[in-house]
């Protein structure tokens, strides 16, 4: 599954502070440059970690992109959140390569470690599962990628000692 | 006397394996050792299942290590470096002896990836010493008309390495042949089929030959300006082509008057793509450069006359590039030495699934599939039965055993039902359900549909619905024609690439494997024990010991049993994850 990522009329927004300040010298290095709406969003989803309500208003109101526009575009591609997600996304490879390596083991067994189901995040907001369709790591199925690494030839036992480790790493 | 140089394969795939211990553990033995050798990095050599790979070229020649981990490497730096004993049994690859993988590389002829693995992707001027960037020098030197480039293109006989295999010479003369003042060329690096990662190797691997190739496209069409389009998911590649480029501007291979050629002022940036696969087709891809939502739009106009920001545009995949500066530098009739007739050159394919040797090979055209499956590919592992191969992603088909011997040009290929695609090529074995394999594929179309087109966007669904039924033993009589119904539909009434061939997945198998349907629908089995709903695990009397193992690890108690007495598995409780089957050490266990 895709990360749950477009957040329901009648949802609760996430009680976060948003600086908005932080995307100002994103504003200005875009404003008025064609093509500039995908590459706005995406810095405001790296600062963020998501694309909050407040920050589309705010280019919105800055730069002169359409809201609609900007909503059209950040629903339709699968890079853009719209509420928060975890620290780190756990990227479960699910390509074809991937899936005839039994990678639905790995998605199964870090559900059951980080009891979520897949799409979901953990209660600490530590942990987002996701079933990507390829990384490019064919060769080496089945395999995932959390924030720029990718671990290749998993079995759920591994995965979830990877996972394992970064929690513990957290928590120091 | 030349050093001796230590190289270290650092692709993502190597980097996966464990490359980047294996080359800090070298930094830190030179320092403690106090060692005398050049420690170089590389990319992906395309030898994906001996990674991670180093690679020690020494007075006598080169020698490829492989599963080089912390602790091998020790050892070869101590007997290779310091006494001079190369160590035989973990060389995978030299010229000097005769080694088991050899003849992986053997049958190879590389051209387009004719650096990856040898160079140093981070370093133009490791480029330059392979002849990198001489094919543009050429043009300016010897004033080589655009005319001239584009024909030799034509000569060549390249066709597009991204799928589409149209006359990549054709398509630069309909761009040249529309004027205007600005024009764009753009480089499709939104490699999206599962299963295919060539492109993600040519780009960490090799990022200034796509340069270079785009670059001379610029030329011969009369392009202002380019645009990378990289999918977000290839960091690293984004990473190098992002260092090429200021690279390139540095030295003047990009920028105004290039290479003194008055009038030649070309740039390129890179866009990175947001996660849609409908972006791979050409249209839906400018739109996406746009700032808009990646739907393709209707053709003709052609991109060639009205594509970016409604100029003239020329889109070529990043293998097609790669092969460009080859053809410049050496001539069109040597690339049309390989291949058949009307299939030029060589193509990669990534080798992928149940498959000994995964990795990337580069042959030239009208190579036989069983050649590429059981002489590079080393067959099947686990002494599997081979069964099928799925060529070209989800837009392809299933390729069965007994077409094995059809040989890989555009053409040919066709007339199986699958495309050659980009080159993905996953290996299935007796153990891969192609009914399953069929849902797989339009899982994926049908959640990368864009919606445009009403037959795509529901027919998909439809489609999709029926095949779980099937998968889940709830399959109907009349699915199967209804299935070829939706199929004929999709095809017809879609405006794009995806759905026009979305539904190819499912008629390649329903044409080759049509009895594993039946047995789905009818028999209520699954032939090759892939879906889990049509599985029945039962204990063997007869062999059970009652060890009370599978009992006392069934994760819902649905296996009941004294100790030393027979056990028995309830059949209504068992949730099927096959765990008893897997611990069971008498094989007490059957699976129908």
Redesign the interface.
């Known amino acids: 599954m ?1 990360i749950e990522r477009i957040r329901k009329i009648n949802e609760i927004p996430a009680n976060d502070a948003v600086d908005l300040t932080l995307i100002d010298p994103l504003i200005s290095k875009y404003k008025g440059k ?6 706005i ?2 810095g405001a989803q790296h600062i963020f970690g998501y694309i909050p309500k407040e920050a589309f208003v705010k280019i919105s109101e800055e730069t002169g992109l359409k809201l609609s ?1 900007m909503y ?2 950040a629903t ?5 959140r719209l509420k928060p997600v975890g620290k780190h996304i756990i990227k479960v490879c ?4 991937c ?3 039994n990678a639905n083991l790995i998605t199964e067994a870090l559900q059951e470690y980080l009891e979520v189901l897949d799409g979901k995040t953990t209660e600490d907001r530590l942990f987002t599962l996701e079933s ?10 089945p ?1 995932m ?1 959390i924030g ?1 690494d ?4 998993l079995t759920g036992k591994e995965a979830v000692n990877i996972v394992k480790n970064i929690k513990l790493k957290e928590s120091n | 006397m030349e050093k001796t140089k230590v190289i270290v394969g650092l692709g993502s795939c190597g980097i996966a394996a464990g490359a980047q211990k294996t080359y800090l553990k070298i930094e830190s033995l030179m320092n403690t050792d106090k060692l005398d050798f050049d420690l170089k990095k590389t990319s992906c050599i395309g030898m994906c299942f001996r990674e991670p790979l180093v690679e020690i070229v020494d007075k006598n020649g080169s020698y490829l290590y492989g599963n080089v981990d912390e602790k091998r490497i020790e050892e070869i730096l101590d007997k290779h470096i310091k006494k001079n004993e190369p160590i035989k049994e973990y060389v995978v690859a030299t010229k000097l002896f005769e080694t088991e993988d050899n003849k992986f590389f053997d049958a190879q002829v590389k051209i387009a990836l004719r650096h990856c693995g040898m160079i140093d992707p981070e370093s133009i001027e490791d480029f330059e010493s392979q002849n990198g960037y001489e094919a543009i020098k050429k043009i300016a030197k010897e004033k080589i008309s655009y005319d001239t480039v584009i024909k030799s293109i034509l000569d060549s006989g390249l066709r597009g390495r991204g799928g589409g295999g149209f006359s990549t010479g054709m398509k630069w003369k309909f761009a040249r042949n529309n004027k205007s003042d600005e024009k764009y060329i753009i480089c499709n690096a939104d490699e999206g089929d599962p299963g295919a990662f060539m492109d993600r190797s040519l780009l960490e691997g090799d990022p200034h030959a796509v340069l270079e190739g785009m670059i001379i496209g610029a030329y011969a069409i009369g392009a202002t300006d380019g645009v990378i389009y990289c999918r977000a998911e290839y960091p690293l590649a984004i990473k190098r082509l992002n260092i090429a480029i200021e690279q390139a501007q540095k030295k003047g291979y990009l920028g105004n008057n290039i290479l003194g050629i008055e009038g030649f002022n070309f740039d390129i940036h890179i866009k990175e793509g947001a996660g849609a696969f409908v972006c791979g087709e050409e249209t839906a891809l400018i739109a996406s450069v746009e700032g808009e939502r990646g739907m393709p739009r209707k053709r003709p106009p052609f991109p060639a006359e009205s594509g970016l920001w409604r100029k003239p545009t020329n889109i070529n995949n990043v293998e097609t590039f790669a092969n460009i500066p080859w053809i410049i530098y050496n001539g069109a009739s040597e690339y049309a030495k390989y291949g058949t007739e009307k299939s030029k050159g060589t193509k990669v394919f990534a080798l992928a699934g149940k498959i000994n040797h995964s990795g990337l090979v580069e042959v030239p055209m009208g190579i036989t599939i069983r050649d590429i499956i059981f002489k590079l590919g080393g067959g099947i592992p686990n002494g599997k039965k081979f069964k099928a191969v799925q060529l070209g992603g989800p837009s392809g088909g299933c390729i069965p055993e007994f077409l094995a011997d059809t040989v890989v040009d555009y053409d040919s290929v066709n007339a199986t039902g699958a495309i050659m695609g980009s080159g993905g090529m996953v290996v299935m074995d007796e153990d891969t359900c192609m009914v399953d394999i069929a849902k797989f594929f339009l899982n994926f179309t049908q959640a990368e549909s864009c919606g445009k087109c009403t037959f795509c966007r529901i027919g998909t669904k439809r489609m999709l619905e029926i095949l779980e039924r099937i998968t889940e033993g709830k399959g109907k009589h009349e699915d199967i024609e209804k299935l070829e119904e939706l199929a004929v539909q999709i095809k017809d009434n879609s405006l794009c690439g995806l759905g026009q061939t979305a539904p190819n997945p499912v008629l390649t198998t329903l044409k080759y494997f049509r009895d594993e349907y039946e047995a789905h629908i009818f028999a209520k089995k699954c032939p090759a024990k892939a879906c889990k709903s049509l599985l029945t695990y039962e204990i063997i009397p007869d062999k059970c010991t009652g060890c009370t193992i599978c009992a006392v690890k069934c994760p819902v108690k649905a296996i009941s049993g004294e100790r030393k007495q027979i056990h028995f598995i309830n059949q209504e409780v068992c949730i099927k994850c096959g765990d008893c089957y897997s611990r069971c050490k008498f094989e007490a266990i059957s699976l129908q």
Not at chain 1, 34 to 39: A, E, H
Not at chain 1, 94 to 97: K, R, V, Y
Not at chain 1, 132 to 141: F, P, T
Not at chain 1, 150 to 153: E, G, P, S
């Open positions: 895709r064609k093509g500039n709406l995908i590459p969003l995406q526009d059209g575009v339709f591609y699968a890079q853009f699910h390509g074809t390569a899936h005839v390596q990507v369709a390829c990384l490019g790591c064919c060769s080496l199925a395999a990628m720029d990718t671990f290749a030839k």
